[in-house]
Each structure stands twice: as structure tokens, then as C-alpha cells.
């Protein structure tokens, strides 16, 4: 008696593109953000007016370049990140980096509806943390959305749900991993607003191609970040509930 070839099970298809209700690398906007930029441009011109040679310093010490800001930056704080400090990140093929500074709260597996059998690691991201948040796996963006919710308490599992977050799924890089069919494998990260940080910060858009580790965009004061891979049998989770993990320098899996 014969047995069939066991294969892989086929991934579900993956929607692509923007949404299109993301209008800017602050969804969700509304009133905070319409101060932020209302008084970023009045401290702007209040530099430029009366304190013209601290901007001249400032444009002289500048390193490295602006990126695609919509404005001429006229002192640092037009530049921050909160805090990006440099990570060492590692190079070994199928490295799964943690995508925040924080606490991990949650490792279990889950049956995304469109990625597949996967395990979901959940962390906690206090306002002492670093904000920023990090690609774990090298890849390509294929699918940007923008989930409106509610503004639940980040350590609550249900938040994960329930609360207002930025889902962004990648393609991971075809060296990263060995599928049998050639199929293409997807992860997704997700950033969930908190009880008080309601402001994700994503410049991530689809076409864009971010390596291991790095920078897509923040969570401003902190809250909760979500990684989904592949359950791969061959997936080795190599960090563990409780333990506080540093974006892009500490591994939560290797494929």
C-alpha cells in the first residue's frame, strides 16, 4: 500500500496594497496629531525668526540625511525618533529578531486567516521602553491596513483584538526559509495603541524592502507589538514568556 508525498499546506492568498484610509505615517491622525504638526510648524518659524543662528548651528552638526520629510527640519527635535539607539543585528539566515524593546507577554500559535498556521508572540512596550519598532525577518511589504478599535489596557491579551492597531504584512525573503512547493511565506507585525499611547507612527508601504532589524516606524509612549511567522516544524523559539527582549539584538525564533 502506497502513501502519498506529504507536502506543505498551501498558504492562503495574502491581500496586497495600501489602505486607502491611510493618509499619512500617523494613521489614524485626529486631534493630537493636528497639534503635533500645527505646533511643529509655529516652533519652526519661531527658530527661524528669532533664533536664526542656533538653526544655522544645528544645520552644520546635521549628519546623514532628512529622508522624505514634507518640511525643512530647523532643529533636532524635527528629527527624533524618541530614541533610536544603534542595535547589533545578527546575520544568520532565519534569525527571528524581536520587533520591540519590552516585556514578552505572550508566545502561542494561532490560525491566521491569512497567513496560515502561525506562532504569535505578543510584548509589552512600557513608556520606559524604546518606542521603535523593527522588521524581524528580512522581506518585502506586500499589505498595509490601518484597523480602527477600541483603547484597552496593552497588557490585557484582548487588546491584542480588540484595540486600534496598524497591521503590516511582509514577504519573507526566499533565503530565509525552505518551502518543498516554492510557495511564498509571509509574517505579519502588528502595532497596537494602549490605553494612553493612541499614536502609531508606520512609513512602511507596499513595495517597500526592509532587511533584518530594521526601523519602520514607532509607537509613540509605548504599548503593545505583535510578530506572527510561519508555524514551520522547523521553527525554534528560542525566547520565552517573561523575559524582556531589545528590538533587532535579541532572537525570538530561528527558522
Known amino acids: 500500500m502506497s502513501t502519498a508525498p506529504t507536502t506543505a499546506p498551501p498558504i492562503p492568498p495574502v491581500p496586497e496594497g495600501m489602505d486607502p484610509q491611510i493618509e499619512s505615517i500617523q494613521p489614524g491622525g485626529g486631534v493630537v496629531m493636528s497639534i503635533e504638526s500645527a505646533w511643529g510648524r509655529c516652533r519652526r518659524w519661531l527658530l527661524r525668526k528669532f533664533c536664526p543662528t542656533y538653526v544655522s548651528r544645528m544645520r552644520d552638526l546635521r549628519q546623514g540625511q532628512a529622508g522624505d520629510l514634507p518640511f525643512d527640519p530647523a532643529a533636532p527635535r524635527d528629527l527624533k525618533y524618541f530614541r533610536d539607539p544603534v542595535r547589533a543585528v545578527s546575520s544568520v539566515l532565519g534569525t527571528v529578531v524581536s520587533p520591540a524593546d519590552g516585556k514578552l507577554v505572550q508566545i502561542d500559535r494561532a490560525d491566521d486567516p491569512e497567513l496560515g498556521p502561525c506562532v504569535r508572540f505578543g510584548l ?70 494602549g490605553r494612553f499611547a493612541r499614536r502609531i507612527v508606520c512609513w512602511a508601504k507596499p513595495g517597500d524592502v526592509f532587511s533584518r532589524g530594521e526601523m519602520f516606524g514607532m509607537i509613540k509612549l509605548g504599548s503593545r507589538t505583535e510578530r506572527r511567522v510561519p508555524d514551520d516544524p522547523s521553527l525554534k523559539i528560542t525566547a520565552e514568556i517573561g523575559q524582556r527582549i531589545v528590538a533587532g539584538q535579541h532572537d525570538i525564533g530561528k527558522l
Open 124 to 193: 509589552f512596550l512600557s513608556i520606559f521602553d524604546v518606542h521603535a519598532n523593527r522588521a524581524s525577518l528580512p522581506g518585502e511589504v506586500v499589505s498595509v491596513r490601518d484597523r480602527p478599535g477600541k483603547f484597552l489596557n496593552a497588557l490585557r491579551p484582548e487588546s491584542a483584538r480588540g484595540n486600534q492597531n496598524l497591521d503590516v504584512v511582509l514577504r519573507i525573503a526566499a533565503d530565509e526559509h525552505e518551502r518543498l512547493d516554492g510557495a511564498a511565506r509571509y509574517c505579519r507585525i502588528r502595532q497596537i495603541t
